[in-house]
């Protein structure tokens, strides 16, 4: 079993930054499926960004070039940086990991972007 514990979210005036961060305890031990997802009222649940392994992190195009996600495989943590935040990125925000085709959930943290 894999628990995770979203911490960070907030309000933010649009134009803002705001980072997310988790942590992975349990039968966790590298950072590789590790990744964020979120989900605006009345929409589907969206990856946002997401660790892989062997490559370079995956990101969704709406968010390329303003968040950046980072692992840390001693501390068992993933965070997410959020850069030029715009309202369209308000939502609950969701520590997501995989494995074996297994998906594990936080309880998810909330970020609201002011215009």
């Known amino acids: 079993q894999v628990q995770l514990v979203e911490s960070g979210g907030g309000l933010v005036q649009a134009g803002g930054s705001l980072k997310i961060s988790c942590t992975a305890t349990?039968?966790?031990?590298?950072?590789?499926?590790l990744g964020w997802y979120r989900q605006a009222p009345g929409r589907q649940r969206e990856m946002v960004a997401r660790?892989?392994?062997?490559?370079?992190?995956d990101y969704a195009d709406s968010v390329k070039g303003r968040f950046t996600i980072s692992g840390d495989n001693a501390k068992r943590t993933v965070s997410l940086w959020m850069n030029s935040l715009k309202p369209d990125d308000t939502g609950v925000y969701y520590c997501?990991?995989?494995?074996?085709?297994?998906?594990?959930w936080g309880q998810g943290t909330q970020v609201t972007v002011s215009s």
């Open positions: 997501n990991y995989q494995r074996e085709n297994v998906n594990y």
């Open positions: 349990g039968r966790i031990f590298i950072v590789n499926g």
């Open positions: 660790i892989t392994a062997g490559g370079p992190s």
